[in-house]
């Protein structure tokens, strides 16, 4: 809940480049269903995001689209409770991309991690591209247009919305200030003596321009040792220093998912790239096959042979899905050897099996009749559009482009 009582808005989305799997459902999808609870929520399916990566393969975007938004209706995201649309048909997120990289620095772009991290890690694409620079500034676009208070993000994520925050900032320093706002505020630089304006004109630049917190806290000290300046105009440099504007755009907080600790088939996380998933709503069979083929603690080769669990993926498994009683079994049957791998898998398969049953239960009615997903998806859209709509309308009119 925000200070007024007003409840929060929750913004996030996910790129349909494959079919989720556990690590998806244990890392994120769990925390957006909390989620839904507690914040109003905006969920959506990152598809311009995916094709900053995958433009020389559109279909395999196109074919995971209505399979994502399944995956999220059978992990149990209520379409009565969150909003759940696809970016590209609400076009009003490239118009404010548009227009907010009129005054992004390609500094701060470059300077993003993901960029040079991505192009190191996939190596085997071309992202030298201008869509690929812009790809943080079009996540900021779309968490600003529903003036989203958080966003539910994995660490990698995290400068993006730091990015977001300095992009809101420079667009109600640049945009955002009531008429005479400027002209007052220089006339209350030039009360401070040559010396102190100086310091004050530098640090705020420092601030202002790359984002340097050191200096706005200087630049506030600064203003804390003036004894002669009349309490508006310390305010008034107060505001100047921070764009001192309306805030048209908000600035969003992070709200850091922690990382999955699903292992994957082979015992390294679960992850698309290593080819070791369990999709959300895999076959039961291939399941329960993978996993009693799943390798265990190296050194028990015999049945004889006593193990660790912590050396073991599968312990991994049983903490995310059984519980003490059956903990306190697996420990004390594997260091003696009084249990064998193959019983040990036995209960987690039951209980990784129960779960994936109810998604595929979840599922059913939607795969059986494709049109309520893009019912579900369509609502979700025109819902979106009203709100970004309305975030435009003053975007536009900020920039001077309110013509009639
Ligand atoms: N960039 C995110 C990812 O790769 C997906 C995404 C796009 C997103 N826009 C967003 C996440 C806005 C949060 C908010 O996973
Ligand atoms: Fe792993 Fe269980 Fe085998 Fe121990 S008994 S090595 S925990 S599968």
Same mark, same amino acid.
């Given at each position: 809940m925000a200070a007024g009582g007003q409840v929060q808005r929750v913004l996030s989305g996910m790129r349909p480049t494959g079919a989720l799997h556990l690590g998806h459902y244990h890392g994120v999808l769990k925390n957006w269903i909390q989620l839904q609870h507690e914040y109003e929520c905006f969920f959506f399916v990152a598809d311009w995001h995916a094709l900053t990566t995958h433009y020389n393969e559109p279909h395999v975007i196109k074919d995971?689209?209505?399979?994502?938004?399944?995956?999220?209706?059978? $992990?149990?995201?209520?379409?009565?409770?969150?909003?759940? *649309?696809?970016?590209? !048909?609400?076009?009003?997120h490239a118009e404010l991309h548009l227009l907010l990289s009129m005054f992004t620095p390609l500094g701060w772009l470059e300077r993003v991690p993901s960029y040079k991290d991505q192009q190191d890690k996939l190596q085997e694409r071309d992202l030298a591209t201008?869509? *690929?620079?812009?790809?943080?500034?079009?996540?900021? $676009?779309?968490? !600003?247009?529903?003036r989203a208070d958080a966003v539910p993000v994995g660490e990698d994520q995290v400068p993006h919305v730091e990015l977001t925050r300095e992009i809101a900032r420079r667009f109600n320093f640049l945009y955002g200030r009531d008429a005479g706002f400027e002209e007052k505020a220089e006339n209350a630089i030039t009360k401070l003596? @040559?010396?102190? $304006?100086?310091?004050?004109?530098?640090?705020?630049? $420092?601030?202002?321009?790359?984002?340097?917190?050191?200096?706005?806290?200087?630049?506030?000290a600064l203003l804390e040792?003036?004894?002669?300046?009349?309490?508006?105009? @310390?305010?008034?440099?107060?505001?100047?220093?921070?764009?001192?504007?309306?805030?048209?755009?908000?600035?969003?907080?992070?709200?850091?998912?922690?990382?999955?600790?699903?292992?994957?088939?082979?015992?390294?996380? !679960?992850?698309?790239?290593?080819?070791?998933?369990?999709?959300?709503?895999?076959?039961? @069979?291939?399941v329960e096959k993978e996993l009693r083929a799943m390798p265990t603690d190296p050194a028990r080769v015999?049945?004889?042979?006593?193990?660790?669990?912590?050396?073991?993926?599968?312990?991994?498994?049983h903490q995310i899905y059984t519980d003490a009683d059956v903990h306190t079994w697996v420990q004390e049957g594997c260091r003696s050897a009084g249990i064998g791998c193959v019983e040990c898998k036995q209960p987690l398969i039951e209980r990784i099996l129960a779960e994936q049953k109810e998604m595929h239960d979840r599922a059913a009615i939607y795969i059986e009749d494709p049109t309520l997903v893009r019912n579900i998806i369509a609502d979700g859209c025109e819902r979106a559009r009203d709100v970004a709509e309305e975030t435009l309308v003053e975007v536009r009119r900020c920039m001077g482009l309110d013509y009639s």
């Amino acid at each position: 809940m925000a200070a007024g009582g007003q409840v929060q808005r929750v913004l996030s989305g996910m790129r349909p480049t494959g079919a989720l799997h556990l690590g998806h459902y244990h890392g994120v999808l769990k925390n957006w269903i909390q989620l839904q609870h507690e914040y109003e929520c905006f969920f959506f399916v990152a598809d311009w995001h995916a094709l900053t990566t995958h433009y020389n393969e559109p279909h395999v975007i196109k074919d995971h689209v209505w399979d994502i938004v399944v995956d999220w209706l059978a $992990a149990g995201i209520d379409p009565g409770n969150a909003t759940l *649309f696809l970016q590209s !048909m609400v076009p009003e997120h490239a118009e404010l991309h548009l227009l907010l990289s009129m005054f992004t620095p390609l500094g701060w772009l470059e300077r993003v991690p993901s960029y040079k991290d991505q192009q190191d890690k996939l190596q085997e694409r071309d992202l030298a591209t201008y869509g *690929f620079l812009g790809y943080p500034l079009l996540q900021g $676009a779309d968490i !600003m247009i529903y003036r989203a208070d958080a966003v539910p993000v994995g660490e990698d994520q995290v400068p993006h919305v730091e990015l977001t925050r300095e992009i809101a900032r420079r667009f109600n320093f640049l945009y955002g200030r009531d008429a005479g706002f400027e002209e007052k505020a220089e006339n209350a630089i030039t009360k401070l003596g @040559k010396k102190a $304006a100086r310091l004050y004109r530098e640090r705020r630049t $420092a601030y202002v321009e790359r984002g340097d917190h050191e200096a706005l806290e200087k630049a506030h000290a600064l203003l804390e040792e003036q004894q002669n300046l009349s309490i508006g105009d @310390k305010e008034r440099l107060y505001g100047y220093l921070e764009g001192g504007g309306k805030l048209i755009l908000r600035e969003p907080e992070a709200l850091l998912t922690e990382a999955s600790k699903v292992p994957g088939l082979d015992g390294q996380k !679960m992850s698309k790239s290593y080819g070791n998933t369990i999709a959300l709503r895999d076959d039961p @069979k291939r399941v329960e096959k993978e996993l009693r083929a799943m390798p265990t603690d190296p050194a028990r080769v015999r049945r004889n042979d006593p193990g660790d669990p912590d050396k073991c993926p599968v312990w991994q498994l049983h903490q995310i899905y059984t519980d003490a009683d059956v903990h306190t079994w697996v420990q004390e049957g594997c260091r003696s050897a009084g249990i064998g791998c193959v019983e040990c898998k036995q209960p987690l398969i039951e209980r990784i099996l129960a779960e994936q049953k109810e998604m595929h239960d979840r599922a059913a009615i939607y795969i059986e009749d494709p049109t309520l997903v893009r019912n579900i998806i369509a609502d979700g859209c025109e819902r979106a559009r009203d709100v970004a709509e309305e975030t435009l309308v003053e975007v536009r009119r900020c920039m001077g482009l309110d013509y009639s």
